[in-house]
């Protein structure tokens, strides 16, 4: 069983659709969730973080995290086209350094049609 | 303030070849990451540096990766030999360490091994 777990889509949804990504996980270990955005041929850049359980906002973008159902999520409202790209799920256990030994999922290819 | 910047973005090699890339990244990160991502999968960690030192190179296939940082600034991955299964794109990340858990990812290095 892999530690992070992210269905691979691709998903395809109209502009302006509430869009919702999600991704579970197995080790109880895990402190810091991340979400990252990956354009084509480009490097990821991170899109949110949330350390423990909970929400969290940032202008369309809303991250939550539910450790005691290991599931954390994504929504994107008011999506745009702007927003077609591959969104990973990220973690990480902390410790020295809470960027140690962050585990990506695989990767939600995602596209918003005008 | 200048990004990740990485060399070359695209190599093409015979299987048995070498290769070795380049990083050099955002100016006073202490710690910086090699991730091998594999077409349709996340990135996954290579080695992680912090300053000079190696911190994490668990998942670095060592009979043929090898990678240095350069007076805790400049790194290089090399490869040698090649084989197939080493196409994939090598991103490196650097980060502060500051306990924000974010990445800066350059935008790649793509090698297809023949």
């Known amino acids: 069983q892999k530690e992070v777990e992210q269905d691979p889509g691709p998903l395809s949804v109209p502009e302006g659709a509430i869009v919702s990504l999600n991704c579970t996980y197995s080790n109880s270990a895990f402190q810091y969730f991340m979400w990252y955005r990956q354009y084509s041929r480009k490097g990821p850049e991170l899109l949110m973080y949330t350390y423990s359980s909970g929400n969290k906002e940032d202008g369309r973008f809303t991250a939550q995290v539910d450790k005691s159902s290991k599931y954390i999520s994504l929504f994107i409202r008011d999506s745009q086209p702007s927003d077609s790209a591959t969104y990973l799920c990220a973690m990480s256990r902390g410790g020295y350094s809470s960027a140690s030994k962050i585990i990506f999922g695989s990767g939600t290819r995602l596209s918003i049609r005008p | 303030e200048a990004g990740v910047a990485q060399s070359p973005r695209y190599k093409i090699i015979e299987k048995r070849q070498s290769v070795a890339f380049w990083c050099n990244p955002i100016s006073g990160h202490a710690t910086l990451y090699w991730y091998q991502q594999i077409l349709g999968q996340g990135p996954k960690l290579l080695i992680q540096?912090?300053?000079?030192?190696?911190?994490?190179d668990s998942q670095l296939p060592k009979d043929r990766f090898s990678a240095e940082r350069l007076k805790g600034v400049d790194s290089t991955l090399k490869i040698q030999p090649a084989k197939l299964e080493d196409s994939a794109v090598y991103l490196c990340?650097?980060?502060?360490?500051?306990?924000?858990?974010?990445?800066?990812f350059g935008e790649g290095s793509r090698l297809t091994v023949l």
């Open positions: 990340a650097s980060s502060t360490d500051r306990g924000s858990g974010e990445l800066f």
């Open positions: 540096f912090q300053n000079n030192g190696v911190v994490d």
